[in-house]
């Protein structure tokens, strides 16, 4: 359900469901406002409206989240210590948000990594895999599908 108030000289458009959750933003005009909620609410209904993610949210955060909760967990947990700790050096990757990491951003990845060898790059791959579909899935973070599943493995 959309609502409509005036504040702070401009027009807040309010759009909240049960379900999908809920967004706002500012217009100058009224007529703005009702368009922009209108179609916000369509997407709700439709189920295509996915929040948007926060810009803390990056690489790094998910990594070191990941090291936190999931590793402990694991029978191998001191190697994929080493190998998480050997990742969040990587500064050119783990700054990236989530939002902007594509499969190219990835794929770049692979290749500087695979001079150290096709298996540690590998590992590396389906590591950082596995923890992107944890925050999707068991984390509930707003992601898109999995953009290193669409690349290609050493």
């Not at 702070?8 to 967004?23: D, E, F, I, P, Y």
């Not at 690489?59 to 190998?83: D, N």
Request: net charge positive; proline share 4%; glycine share 4%.
């Amino acid at each position: 359900m959309a609502s409509i108030r005036k504040r702070n000289g401009l027009w807040q458009a309010q759009v909240r469901s049960k379900h999908a959750g809920s967004t706002s933003k500012s217009f100058h005009r009224k007529a703005d406002a009702e368009r922009w909620a209108t179609a916000q609410e369509a997407l709700m209904q439709s189920g295509r409206w996915q929040e948007k993610m926060p810009s803390h949210l990056t690489i790094g955060s998910m990594l070191k989240r990941y090291l936190e909760t999931v590793t402990p967990t694991k029978r191998g947990e001191a190697q994929e210590t080493r190998r998480l700790h050997r990742l969040l050096r990587e500064t050119q990757l783990i700054s990236i948000n989530l939002d902007q990491a594509k499969p190219c951003t990835f794929a770049d990845f692979r290749d500087r990594r695979i001079h150290d060898g096709v298996r540690a790059c590998q590992y590396d791959l389906v590591l950082m895999r596995h923890a992107w579909n944890i925050a999707r899935v068991e984390w509930g973070w707003p992601l898109s599908d999995n953009p290193i599943s669409l690349i290609r493995m050493p």
